[in-house]
């Protein structure tokens, strides 16, 4: 089994004081730093641009793992490379495999992990053609657009059948807190995108220190 990792999603931080609420998953033991971008078109929401990256790339040095929930993806990937993003997700059903498979090879030279997204209705099989050009899959596990959402558990058998044909890193985001959590590590999963559940907690390392307990065996 793959060591699990932690996201904490910045989509439910406080952003009056981001640079603190980063800092204190950091210390708390996040293993990287979850930020969703949306534009009000692929998703009916709005957050942050690449000036945000930059800021908050300033403040520390977990990877930052940018997920694109944006209808044009390639129009604005290097801006949030350039910003300091270390991952970029992007959505299959936002771009097609051949726009992919020419833009990665060569941003990948960057020394960028690139995944692809799917959300809770799209069918596995859109993101196999993708699967041997990413590092990762990010699954939705509630349609994207909102923080705090309930988990969809229609999405398990998704994960237990892309762990079956693909060994790098699967993510799942949406409503992940220490009981879905174990059903979504077992399924097959192994970084673990959660907001509310971290940022809504009185002690972030103790929700963290509670989502790493699904790497146990007994899950």
């Known amino acids: 089994?793959?060591?699990?990792?932690?996201?904490?999603?910045?989509?439910?931080?406080?952003?009056?004081?981001?640079?603190?609420?980063?800092?204190?998953?950091?210390?708390?033991?996040?293993?990287m730093v979850h930020i969703d971008v949306m534009d009000g078109q692929f998703v009916p929401n709005i957050s942050i641009g690449p000036v945000?990256?930059?800021?908050?790339?300033?403040?520390?040095?977990?990877?930052?793992?940018?997920?694109?929930?944006?209808?044009?993806?390639?129009?604005?990937?290097?801006?949030?490379?350039?910003?300091?993003?270390?991952?970029?997700?992007?959505?299959?059903?936002?771009?097609?495999?051949?726009?992919?498979?020419?833009?990665v090879s060569d941003l990948k030279l960057q020394n960028i992990k690139f995944g692809i997204s799917l959300n809770p209705d799209t069918p596995l099989k859109k993101i196999i053609p993708f699967l041997s050009m990413v590092d990762f899959v990010l699954v939705m596990s509630v349609n994207p657009g909102f923080s705090g959402q309930k988990f969809v558990p229609q999405v398990l058998p998704k994960i237990r059948r892309l762990r079956d044909i693909f060994k790098g890193d699967i993510a799942v985001d949406g409503g992940i807190n220490h009981n879905t959590a174990k059903s979504v590590v077992k399924a097959g999963a192994n970084i673990?995108?959660?907001?509310?559940?971290?940022?809504?907690?009185?002690?972030?390392?103790?929700?963290?220190?509670?989502?790493?307990?699904?790497?146990k065996k007994d899950v």
């Open 1 to 31: 089994m793959k060591d699990i990792r932690i996201a904490p999603s910045l989509l439910s931080a406080d952003f009056s004081c981001l640079g603190e609420e980063i800092r204190k998953i950091e210390l708390a033991g996040a293993d």
């Open 52 to 103: 945000v990256i930059k800021d908050i790339r300033k403040v520390t040095k977990l990877p930052l793992d940018v997920h694109l929930m944006i209808q044009k993806p390639l129009r604005y990937v290097d801006n949030f490379i350039q910003a300091g993003s270390d991952m970029i997700t992007m959505h299959v059903e936002t771009i097609s495999e051949r726009l992919y498979k020419r833009y």
């Open 192 to 215: 673990l995108a959660a907001g509310s559940y971290i940022f809504n907690s009185a002690d972030y390392k103790e929700a963290i220190g509670r989502l790493r307990e699904c790497s």
